[in-house]
């Protein structure tokens, strides 16, 4: 089944994204930390969507939302 990856305060690099390409299952990562150019690389030739830098403060916002 189709998911997203989120990543907290973590960098993620070719080879942590090569693994996440592996699972054939992820449409888009999502970290709090950054994303090297060659894993960004990797994800857009894999067909990825990813975002880097997010604060953690969106996800607390959404979880908010979602049980409100």
């Known amino acids: 089944m189709p998911h ?10 070719p080879g942590e994204a090569q ?3 592996d699972k054939k ?3 888009a990562v999502i970290t709090t930390g950054t ?3 060659s894993a960004k690389k990797l994800f ?3 067909g990825i969507a990813w975002a880097e830098n ?3 403060s969106e996800f607390r916002e959404s979880e908010a939302k ?3």
């Open 54 to 56: 997010v604060p953690e």
């Open 35 to 37: 994303i090297s150019l």
């Open 25 to 27: 299952t992820v449409v």
């Open 19 to 21: 693994t996440i390409i």
């Open 4 to 13: 997203i990856e989120i990543k907290t305060k973590k960098n993620i690099y």
């Open 44 to 46: 857009d030739k894999a």
């Open 66 to 68: 979602e049980e409100g």
